[in-house]
């Protein structure tokens, strides 16, 4: 497994908190952050499975 797939990963779950958070305590900026995270850790996530395809993994 590629470390951009873990990364991605890591990043999403973090984000996935943030927006919760930003839900919970009614902060928009905490929210926007963690949804812009999530993505961002989508990406890196499809990055790291594109890397494992070309290496036959």
Do not use: F, P
């Amino acid at each position: 497994m590629d470390k951009d797939r873990i990364k991605g990963s890591v990043r999403q779950a973090k984000g996935t908190l943030k927006e919760v958070l930003g839900k919970v305590a009614g902060d928009a900026k905490l929210e926007a952050e963690g949804k812009s995270d999530k993505i961002a850790g989508k990406a890196q996530n499809a990055v790291g499975g594109l890397k494992d395809t070309l290496r036959g993994k």
